[in-house]
């Protein structure tokens, strides 16, 4: 008899996170396939009142665990109680967000249930004949997809990308049950002691609300190349964006990401400079009124896209049209 597919609920001061909602999404098209149970695991100190969300959004049971030791999230305490809650209850799949909870979370408890991890997975299915869960993720920089299967141990265990799956809307018809748990925890369990939690002050961007964009990507060659595009953008009065390939090297926030994955945009002017049209990139900007893109690669398939193609040297071409735009305006 299978056991149940659980999904691992983060949350923040008691906020469920999203990807969490999404991976209730993905988790109840699995539990329906193996025709088990789909659990959702939240943990705390006074979440309880987000459970009946959870079941709303496609969880048939919630396991509340709520104590004072729980909360903010701390390796040590988070890691005891999911692990013994797994070889209490024996899941045959946990999924959980690859945030930077979820990354430090899921390896220290696949370590102490011995069983395999496949991280930051970007597509999941059920293997028809062996009822296996099938693991993909980019490999290599994105250059390979890698499916990988725990054929052996259980459970399997994955965490996933947020903004991959897609959560369920609100169903205020679905029935499911609440179990609490109080945990065993003790003040020794926990050897980590949290001095001062700091948020970075972030302004709300809402690159999906500019009239122009200038986008950037790896053909940009470094960090630095984002000053020209941030000129650009100021002769213009746009809004600087990016590749997923420049967010994942750090060069500008996740909240700039164009593409499946990131934001959608829809401004009357794209510039993509140094981008190479990825298929998951051109899906968040392809509506866009007018493209120009700039690339020294004449077969990069953004010209595929662009309206207005420009083959060139980022570095040379934006200055030339800096100038260009200063004298027009003069
Ligand atoms: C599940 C999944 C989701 C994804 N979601 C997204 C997403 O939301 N958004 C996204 O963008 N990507 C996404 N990706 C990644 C995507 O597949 C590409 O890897 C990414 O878009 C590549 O970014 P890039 O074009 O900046 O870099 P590259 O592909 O490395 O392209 C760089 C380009 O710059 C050109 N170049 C180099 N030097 C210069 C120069 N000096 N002057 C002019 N041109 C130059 C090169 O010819 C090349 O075309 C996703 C991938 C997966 C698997």
Known sequence: MNKGVWVFIEQREGEVQKVSLELLGKGRQLADQLSTKLTALLMGENVAQAAQELIYRGADEVIVVEDSLLNVYITEPYTKVMSCLIEERRPEIILIGATAIGRDLAPRVSARVHTGLTADCTSLEIED???NLLMTRPAFGGNIMATIICPDFRPQMS???PGVMVELDIDTTRKGEIINIKPSLVKEDINVEILEIVKEKKQKVKIEEANVLISGGRGLGKI????????LASELGGMVS?????????WIDRDYQVGQTGKTVRPNLYFACGISGAIQHVAGMEE?????????NTEAPIFEVADVGIVGDV??????????????KK
């Open 129 to 131: 004949e062996t009822q």
């Open 315 to 328: 570095h040379k071409v934006i200055p030339a049209l800096i100038e260009e735009l200063k004298s027009l």
């Open 159 to 161: 965490t996933v990308r």
């Open 224 to 231: 630095d190349g984002f000053e020209i595009l941030n000129q």
């Open 288 to 296: 866009s009124e007018l493209i120009i893109a700039i690339n020294k």
């Open 242 to 250: 990016g590749s997923r390939a420049v967010v994942d090297a750090g």
